[in-house]
């Protein structure tokens, strides 16, 4: 190979390298903000069942603000407790008038108030170190990059 043919090729596959670097990085970042992403919900209406769980969300619930019943906004009082909806493991629904002190949540609309996360959420140390991964293999692809145009 001639020396014009030997960069050509270089140029391609540094190309091709860093295009490839820019998709899975974006890939890599968008499944990283899912697993530490919270998300608060206010007023997320359903019906509540005496003492059956009722599923409010496809993902986990965090923690719970409150609930409420939408007709009068008169709080439960405590007469609630986050359950797993058809024996699932993660926590995704609330189950109402545990003691029976409430019937009149019976079948009545219930506002709840609670934070959402995705099943598999990263919290606490893990969750930000897990934030910066994108950030240091953009700074290891370009430090590669410098270091291989700087040996040419």
Same mark, same amino acid.
């Given at each position: 190979m001639k020396k014009g043919q030997i960069a050509t090729? %270089?140029?391609?596959?540094? $190309?091709?390298?860093?295009?490839?670097? +820019?998709?899975? @990085?974006?890939?890599?970042?968008?499944?990283?903000?899912?697993?530490?992403?919270?998300?608060?919900? %206010?007023?997320?209406?359903? $019906?509540?069942?005496?003492?059956?769980? +009722?599923?409010? @969300?496809?993902?986990?619930?965090?923690?719970?603000t409150d609930i409420v019943n939408a007709s009068d906004g008169v709080a439960t009082t405590g007469n609630y407790s986050e359950c797993n909806f058809g024996g699932d493991v993660d926590t995704n629904g609330y189950v109402l008038n545990i003691n029976g002190a409430d019937p009149v949540l019976n079948n009545a609309q219930v506002n709840a108030t609670y934070t959402e996360v995705s099943c598999s959420y990263l919290s606490g140390t893990t969750g930000t170190v897990i934030n910066y991964l994108p950030l240091l293999a953009a700074v290891a692809i370009v430090a590669f990059f410098g270091f291989y145009i700087a040996k040419r």
């Open positions: 090729a %270089a140029i391609i596959g540094i $190309t091709v390298t860093l295009i490839l670097t +820019v998709i899975f @990085t974006s890939i890599i970042a968008t499944r990283i903000d899912e697993q530490t992403r919270t998300i608060s919900v %206010a007023d997320d209406t359903f $019906t509540g069942v005496n003492g059956t769980c +009722v599923r409010v @969300t496809n993902d986990c619930i965090l923690s719970t």
